[in-house]
């Protein structure tokens, strides 16, 4: 990362945090760092199926759940939220509202990839992030759903919460794409070094998940279960321990980062 980028993203990192203690004001419960972690389909949605049959909803739950274990075990400041926990099936709109519902501070949608029928064999892990072209839409569900939004009842004649208001949705926004972004590069380190998966990168797609969550969110597609090397992987205790503690990493990294501003905001006051 270069210097200006790391500057850019300390300056936005102020943002996020200011908008999350402006949040607190009107929210004064909300103050443990809130992961929600989103294993892909489930129930009577397989998702997709691997060489040897193997269902990826179990594959992106066990992943899930191995995260879950390893932040529970070692930090009890962090929340951790899933929007399943089980075989169930839940709908994509749901599992925003549950990540809006429970106050996150990261969502993290865990998917396994197969290749298309004219494509070739293809293997590998995959980042998404949100299409800034849909951010219409994703300021839509965060002025619905977002209560920082509304002014704080005792602030209302302030001229800086008035410019705050009408500007806090999209700045919020691209906010979130920004920290999502810097999220997705920490994972992208940390699954090329603890997995022997190849990174096929970062990308941006309009996937419903990512607009639906008003948080910075990103979704993995851990690898190919097309990919006979990849679904051998994929399926074993190993595979799915390595990228767990991968994503596991990452979550804690970014949650540094994110300790690291709040207090330079707090001693800055
Ligand atoms: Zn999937």
Redesign the pocket.
């Known amino acids: 990362m270069n210097q200006l980028n790391l500057f850019l993203y300390t300056i936005l990192f102020s943002i996020f945090i200011l908008t999350n203690s402006f949040a607190e004001n009107t929210e004064p419960e909300k103050d443990v760092f809130t992961v929600i972690l989103d294993p892909?389909?489930g129930g009577k949605d397989p998702?997709?199926t691997g060489t040897t049959g193997v269902y990826?909803k179990n594959i992106n739950l066990s992943i899930a759940l191995k995260v879950k274990e390893y932040l529970a075990e070692k930090y009890d400041d962090i929340r951790i939220i899933l929007t399943r926990e089980k075989d169930e099936f839940i709908e994509l709109k749901e599992r925003g509202k549950i990540a809006n519902e429970n106050n996150g501070d990261l969502f993290v949608s865990i998917?396994?990839n197969y290749k298309k029928k004219e494509e070739h064999d293809k293997n590998g892990f995959e980042i998404y992030i949100s299409d800034l072209n849909r951010t219409n839409e994703a300021e839509e569900i965060t002025k619905l759903e977002n209560k920082f939004f509304l002014l704080p009842k005792s602030d209302t004649s302030s001229v800086f919460w008035k410019e705050y208001t009408t500007i806090a949705v999209p700045l919020l926004q691209n906010v979130y794409f920004k920290m999502s972004e810097y999220f997705a590069t920490i994972l992208e380190l940390e699954l090329t070094k603890g997995t022997v998966l190849e990174s096929r990168g970062i990308q941006q797609e309009g996937y419903f998940v990512l607009i639906g969550a008003s948080m910075p969110v990103l979704l993995v597609e851990c690898g190919f279960l097309s990919n006979v090397g990849d679904e051998r992987y994929l399926k074993s205790q190993k595979g799915q321990n390595d990228v767990a503690k991968a994503i596991y990493k990452a979550i804690v990294f970014y949650k540094m980062d994110y300790d690291y501003m709040k207090f330079v905001n707090k001693i800055s006051k």
């Open positions: 892909g389909h998702g997709t990826e998917h396994c």
